[in-house]
């Protein structure tokens, strides 16, 4: 087996720290592992840069893997490395789309006992990516609010419940009082979808299925197979928007008269000011952006019996 270098964030709680001593026995009981901790991008950079050809298992959520990929990345050692996970994070929806385990010691036998396999990246204009999801509009408005709420409630809990994971909901429905909708042109490999004359309530890009902890805003989105899925939302009307809301919960949405759901490799929007949200980190307000997949970024250890239909 393959030596490991397991990277944690400094700030991690005690719980998790727990946790992740119960994943650490697992991995250690079959190889050598060294375990870093960082607490900024500094301190990140030092790690991968001694970490030679091992495995590099990312210890947390979906902020701390943007965070690794985003640095192997810029070094341009993206392309040779095996990355694992252990999920310890309140969302943990590239978790998700990867059947890994939130149980961490049996997230550490898939690390042990998976396969590599190869996983898509979105990259802007800029060289910023994009691991899971990036969104504008009113999901990166809920987003923004619900990370406020992420971050008070993210101490609340007992055992593996944690009121972190209400963060996102309680930020959409803050949003849909005075929900963020704008006019924008997005054209998807050159071709115009949606022109200013239609007010979009929110663009979705889905490498992966899931945003918020589990709601799947791309549904059919497959990490590896070198496009990403485009959901364009124009439901801004009252009953427009509770309709969406409602097919958006139950997963049923891309299949409103209101709803454009595509696949494509080259996706540009521009047009009024707009945030987005990456991964779960906001930025902005933009007014030009345009992303473009690279097919097959990096490895991925997935468990053996990961298939996309």
């Not at 590239?94 to 550490?108: G, H, K, Q, T």
């Not at 690279?294 to 298939?307: D, G, H, K, R, V």
Request: aromatic content about 6%.
């Amino acid at each position: 087996m393959d030596p490991l270098l397991v990277i944690t964030n400094s700030d991690a709680g005690t719980a998790d720290q727990e946790s992740l001593e119960t994943a650490l026995g697992v991995l250690r009981a079959r190889t050598s592992v060294e375990v870093a901790a960082t607490r900024n991008p500094g301190e990140l950079d030092g790690v991968l840069h001694r970490a030679g050809s091992r495995r590099i298992v990312v210890a947390g959520g979906d902020g701390s893997m943007h965070a690794v990929v985003a640095a192997l990345h810029r070094r341009h050692d993206l392309g040779d490395a095996v990355l694992g996970l252990l999920p310890l994070g309140t969302g943990n929806d590239f978790a998700r789309v990867n059947d890994i385990p939130l149980d961490l010691a049996e997230a550490a036998r898939v690390v042990l006992d998976g396969v590599p396999v190869p996983r898509d990246l979105i990259v802007d204009e800029v060289g910023e990516i994009v691991v899971n999801s990036v969104h504008a509009g009113a999901g990166a408005q809920a987003s923004r609010r619900g990370a406020r709420w992420k971050g008070r409630l993210h101490s609340i809990g007992v055992g593996k419940v944690n009121l972190g994971k209400l963060g996102y909901p309680i930020g959409a429905a803050l949003s849909a009082f005075r929900p963020p909708y704008v006019r924008l042109r997005v054209l998807v490999d050159g071709e115009l979808i949606v022109d200013y004359d239609h007010p979009v309530l929110m663009i979705a890009l889905g490498n992966g299925v899931h945003v918020g902890g589990g709601l799947e805003l791309t549904p059919d989105a497959d990490p590896g197979d070198g496009l990403v899925d485009v959901m364009i939302s124009r439901a801004i009307g009252v009953v427009e928007r509770f309709g969406y809301a409602v097919s958006l919960a139950r997963g049923t949405h891309a299949e409103r008269d209101d709803v454009t759901y595509l696949r494509g490799s080259r996706v540009e929007v521009s047009g009024e000011d707009f945030w987005c949200s990456a991964d779960g980190e906001t930025y902005g307000p933009e007014r030009q952006r345009t992303w473009h997949v690279e097919p097959a970024a990096y490895s991925f250890i997935a468990p053996a019996s990961l298939t996309f239909d």
